[in-house]
């Protein structure tokens, strides 16, 4: 029985890894692919800094800090962007890597595969966690140097345990996305509506005090919005971690909800899909 | 011979040969509605979209503001009162719609076509492909109307527009110039699709850049002095000054003449390399017998 628990335990190792190597290998063969998603996640957020800039004759603006709680828009505007890059990354790296499979002809070799599927789908996501992370710390650097971003040593730490949960809750929403595009095929407008509402409802370029109440509810119920509020609250307003302790809490509760519902739907979906014989299917 | 019946088509500059393209652009117009309302959740996802994507500009610069008018805003414009950031976001961003038109509608026509397995045989028709581009250029311009006419809908209702009715005619006028120079653009782009396949970094790339050159949610003012220049290469810059010009209350008076001008140049300018690349790119894949290849 031990030995069985090792062995699976090896094995299932094993597959994560060559999901995980198989995943770099096709991001270093394409590396204008790499190059993208390096530089321009910036440019998406440069016209709202010159925004801010012509909008209030400067770099601060007092109105923005009575709901952001920093009067700096520039930073504020950057962490979003970085953050919600992740989103991206996850919504169409791994909650479209089934389909991209079907493309590529293979899905249907990978589900006959004598191994449980979710250890597919947790290497695509360590390869898309490791890349987001290459991504983010490159446009991090950047901003660092040319925006005037400042970052202490002292909060590295408990940033990088915010991104691993954001990462963890935004894999969770993946696999559910993944597990419908297994049955329903074409995800992608799927994939463009989360994207939206993590985009208009997290406090990705805005405070969410700036929405209206309804919004605000919907904005609760999205990791990215805890995410960024810790993460700026810690980098921005210079709060100790204690200070963050319930947007951690929540980020992690929201992880353990999507990743037992994520893995779940897609058993479920693997088995209908199965079933029905369409897994081939455009 | 036997069996086979010869069919003339029209060639050259003739009527017979324009009535034929127009009639090619109109059909691949209608292929493109038919293929998009076949799936109508995705059609009215992309209906939306803009809007979704003009809600975070808005808000922003509300929270900046701390309410409607800018007078920082005013400063940089020159207007007589602070400027309404609703109003003057609304019709920055309005015009990007069409930019995105020219990128990913017109860029992307031909190689959807080969994702669909069908370039080759239209390749092999006796119609221009530039006709299945303009099809294209078509289809897009109508879809990104319903949009546009959907965000004014909902900003109108939601924040409302401080809109100068009066200036809507010689605006569609201006924006009418704009849109020839994008088209040439867009099809400069179809022709950088075709010949690097994968050419949605370099789309993704322009409209990231022209996003910043235009002066879409500020005033050229605020971009360093090379960017300033730059912008006068594309036709949103001045396209959106003399827009605003006759659409907003207040707005400094432009040299209405100048922007025409300006704008005219663009068109002839874009529309010839537009095509000129678009020649040369597509005798250079069909020599390297590189059509097919993804």
């Known amino acids: 029985m031990n030995w069985n628990l090792s062995q699976n335990l090896t094995s299932n190792s094993y597959i994560m890894w060559s999901e995980l190597v198989k995943n770099m290998k096709f991001l270093m063969a394409y590396p204008a692919v790499f190059v993208f998603w390096t530089i321009f996640p910036i440019f998406w957020f440069i016209p709202f800094i010159l925004q801010g800039q012509a909008f209030v004759g400067g770099l601060q603006s007092p109105e923005f800090a009575k709901l952001a709680g920093t009067p700096n828009f520039v930073p504020f505007v950057i962490l979003g962007g970085i953050l919600n890059s992740y989103v991206l990354t996850s ?29 597919i789908l947790i290497g695509k996501a360590l390869s898309e966690s490791i890349s987001s992370t290459m991504y983010a710390i490159t446009q991090l650097v950047v901003c660092i140097l040319f925006f005037g971003i400042e970052i202490t040593l002292g909060v590295i730490m408990p940033i990088l345990l915010i991104i691993i949960l954001l990462i ?20 992608h407008d799927l994939a463009h509506t989360l994207e939206n509402i993590f985009y208009v409802f997290s406090p990705v370029r805005y405070p969410v005090q700036s929405l209206p109440s309804w919004a605000q509810m919907v904005s609760t119920i999205l990791p990215l919005t805890y995410a960024l509020i810790a993460v700026r609250s810690l980098m921005l307003l210079k709060y100790n971690i204690t200070a963050v302790y319930y947007e951690i809490l929540v980020l992690f509760i929201i992880d353990v909800v999507a990743i037992f519902l994520g893995f779940y739907l897609f058993n479920w979906m693997e088995e209908r899909t199965k079933k029905s014989g369409t897994i081939s299917h455009y | 011979m036997q069996g086979f019946q010869k069919v003339s088509c029209p060639v050259g500059f003739s009527w017979a040969n324009l009535k034929a393209e127009l009639r090619a652009i109109w059909d691949s117009n209608v292929k493109v509605w038919k293929i998009e309302l076949a799936y109508p959740l995705s059609f009215l996802r992309q209906c939306v979209q803009p809007l979704v994507m003009l809600l ?58 080969q994702w669909f397995g069908t370039l080759e045989s239209i390749y092999v028709t006796p119609t221009s492909r530039l006709s299945l581009v303009l099809g294209m250029a078509l289809h897009s311009t109508m879809h990104q109307s319903i949009s546009v006419t959907i965000e004014f809908l909902v900003i109108y209702a939601v924040f409302g527009l401080a809109l100068n009715v009066q200036g809507i005619l010689p605006a569609l006028t201006i924006f009418a110039l704009m849109m020839f120079a994008l088209y040439g653009f867009g099809v400069l782009i179809s022709a950088l699709a075709l010949f690097l396949k994968e050419g949605w970094i370099v789309a993704e790339g322009l409209y990231s850049i022209l996003m910043i050159l235009s002066p879409v949610a500020y005033p050229l003012a605020v971009l360093p002095n090379v960017a300033r220049q730059a912008s006068g290469v594309f036709p949103t810059g001045a396209a959106l000054i003399g827009m605003r010009s006759f659409l907003m209350e207040g707005y400094p008076p432009q040299g209405v003449g100048t922007i025409f001008l300006h704008l005219l140049a663009l068109d002839a300018a874009w529309i010839l390399f537009g095509i000129l690349v678009f020649y040369l790119v597509d005798r250079y894949i069909r020599r390297r017998g590189s059509l097919g290849k993804y």
């Open chain 1, 91 to 119: 919504l169409y790296g791994v909650g479209e890597s089934i389909r991209r499979e079907a493309y590529r002809g293979t899905l249907d070799y990978l589900l006959s595969s004598p191994c449980n599927k979710a250890f």
């Open chain 1, 168 to 187: 963890l809750g935004l894999y969770g929403i993946a696999l559910m996305l993944a597990a419908i595009s297994l049955r329903y095929k074409q995800a």
């Open chain 2, 56 to 113: 975070p500009f808005l808000l922003y610069g509300l929270v900046l503001v701390g309410g409607r008018y800018s007078e920082a805003l005013q400063g940089l414009l020159g207007t007589l009162n602070p400027v309404d950031v609703v109003t003057y976001i609304f019709t920055g961003y309005m015009v990007m719609g069409f930019i995105g038109t020219a990128i990913w509608g017109m860029g992307f026509s031909i190689r959807r076509e």
